[in-house]
């Protein structure tokens, strides 16, 4: 039996088992994909001993996503942009560390608003997601990014380190202050922070400043509609929210771990909107 898991800390609140588990039986495959606490002081550890155990793989959540990328012996592209691994594959040659965030995003917005060619995107946020959103928004072919923090310094400094990696996106950072002066231009706000996750306050914008095709994306799935969408949907906007992101990234992962390469369906999104209803 194949065996693979997602490994956090904590990690009692992921939907990825019930992702996997959906594609194991649509596949009718021999496997298990099992929730694996691991404390930051023990994640190494941990690794090593599911290796040993014959585990083909984890997908890596927060707090870890650093650690897998300096655990791993060889690195893809897109874990090398971002400075980050939510993939690790346990392999005879090594451990190979991957980065699908930036997939997982690129594929839902592809799915819901195609490609950004030529168009203006505001990215908010430049912490641990952003530089993977800002490898998707560059992959959709925005000609330019605002990158929007509370902390402009930190928002510049994602600029400095993305823009030799893409000459042909403008990467223009700001203070979420600036909102007001580049909302009017923008196709697509992706909200890359936390605000508005669990009890974190949400984002304080004017979302009547943005066109009226625009689209609104939140990356996090808990819960389901942040108030960000909710506002986006009641003036009318395409709302995006980040289940998506969830099951697109999923994608290369399964295919690691178990051989086949699975398709993200309505079926499935109705099965993690009913674990999500029921908890």
């Given at each position: 039996?194949?065996?693979?898991?997602?490994?956090?800390?904590p990690?009692?609140?992921?939907?990825?088992?019930?992702?996997?588990?959906y594609?194991?039986?649509?596949?009718?495959?021999?496997?298990?994909?099992?929730k694996?606490p691991a404390?930051?002081?023990?994640?190494?550890?941990?690794?090593?001993?599911?290796?040993?155990?014959?585990?083909?793989?984890?997908?890596v959540?927060?707090?870890?996503?650093?650690?897998?990328?300096?655990?791993?012996?060889?690195?893809?592209?897109a874990?090398?942009?971002?400075?980050?691994?939510?993939?690790l594959?346990?392999?005879k040659?090594?451990?190979?560390g991957?980065?699908?965030?930036?997939?997982?995003?690129?594929?839902?917005?592809?799915?819901?608003?195609?490609?950004?060619?030529?168009?203006?995107?505001i990215?908010?946020?430049?912490?641990?997601a952003?530089?993977?959103?800002?490898?998707?928004?560059?992959?959709?072919?925005?000609?330019?990014?605002?990158?929007?923090n509370?902390?402009?310094?930190?928002?510049d400094?994602?600029?400095?380190?993305?823009?030799?990696?893409?000459?042909?996106?403008?990467?223009?950072?700001?203070?979420l202050?600036?909102?007001n002066?580049?909302?009017?231009?923008?196709?697509?706000?992706?909200?890359?922070?936390?605000a508005?996750?669990g009890?974190?306050?949400?984002?304080?914008l004017d979302?009547?400043?943005?066109?009226?095709?625009a689209?609104?994306?939140?990356?996090?799935?808990?819960p389901?509609?942040?108030?960000?969408?909710?506002?986006?949907?009641?003036?009318?906007?395409?709302?995006?929210?980040?289940l998506?992101?969830?099951?697109?990234?999923?994608?290369?992962?399964?295919?690691?771990?178990?051989?086949?390469?699975?398709?993200?369906?309505?079926?499935l999104r109705?099965?993690?909107?009913?674990?999500?209803?029921?908890?």
């Amino acid at each position: 039996m194949k065996r693979a898991g997602v490994i956090g800390w904590p990690v009692a609140h992921s939907l990825s088992p019930v992702l996997h588990g959906y594609w194991l039986k649509e596949h009718g495959i021999d496997g298990s994909y099992e929730k694996i606490p691991a404390s930051p002081e023990d994640f190494t550890q941990v690794i090593l001993r599911l290796r040993d155990e014959g585990y083909a793989g984890v997908n890596v959540t927060v707090p870890h996503k650093e650690a897998a990328f300096a655990l791993a012996d060889h690195k893809d592209d897109a874990a090398i942009l971002a400075g980050a691994a939510n993939l690790l594959v346990l392999g005879k040659d090594g451990i190979e560390g991957h980065n699908t965030d930036f997939y997982g995003l690129m594929e839902s917005l592809r799915e819901n608003i195609g490609a950004l060619t030529g168009k203006s995107a505001i990215l908010l946020g430049a912490g641990g997601a952003a530089r993977g959103a800002v490898l998707a928004l560059d992959m959709l072919g925005a000609s330019e990014i605002h990158i929007l923090n509370r902390d402009a310094a930190r928002a510049d400094a994602l600029a400095q380190a993305m823009a030799p990696h893409m000459p042909e996106t403008e990467l223009l950072p700001g203070p979420l202050a600036g909102w007001n002066d580049v909302a009017f231009d923008a196709a697509l706000v992706v909200n890359s922070t936390s605000a508005g996750m669990g009890s974190n306050p949400p984002l304080d914008l004017d979302l009547s400043l943005l066109l009226p095709d625009a689209a609104v994306c939140d990356i996090v799935y808990h819960p389901l509609e942040t108030k960000l969408l909710k506002d986006a949907q009641a003036r009318g906007l395409l709302a995006i929210d980040g289940l998506g992101m969830l099951m697109h990234q999923a994608v290369p992962s399964f295919e690691a771990f178990f051989g086949a390469r699975p398709e993200v369906t309505p079926g499935l999104r109705a099965a993690l909107v009913e674990a999500l209803d029921a908890r």
